[in-house]
């Protein structure tokens, strides 16, 4: 069965940091991309960021380019998102993707960036 595990999230003053994780099971974690999304109240899912299967390659949303990081560790099947410079426009559910079946979510982890 898949599982995706967000943890991390929290609340965060503005300018601070946060390191969200994503724990895979039950597919082969390192045949797949995975991404991140987020989604805000009263605002479409976003993507926020994608990192291949190797982790070699990855791709941002123009609004966190430059202050996310996602990265893996297909041994421990965990995703990573590092978030530096938070911004109260952060702040959103932020969920786990896998591409695998019909698609596989997490619950989410809620992120909040406020003073």
């Known amino acids: 069965q898949v599982q995706l595990v967000e943890s991390g999230g929290g ?4 300018g601070g940091s946060l390191r969200l994780s994503c724990a895979a099971s ?3 974690f ?8 987020r989604q805000a109240p009263g605002k479409e899912r976003e993507r ?3 990192i291949s299967s190797s982790g070699r390659f990855t791709n941002y949303a123009s609004s966190v380019k430059g202050r996310f990081t996602i990265s893996r560790d ?6 990573y998102l590092q978030m530096n410079s938070l911004k109260p426009e952060d702040t959103a559910v932020y969920l786990c993707y896998a591409p695998v079946t019909d ?9 909040s960036v406020s003073s």
């Open 11 to 14: 609340l965060v003053q503005p």
């Open 26 to 28: 039950g597919f082969t």
């Open 30 to 37: 390192s045949d797949y991309a995975m991404s991140w999304y």
């Open 48 to 50: 926020v960021a994608v």
């Open 74 to 79: 297909n041994a421990k099947g965990t995703v």
């Open 103 to 111: 698609g596989a979510w997490g619950p989410g982890t809620q992120v």
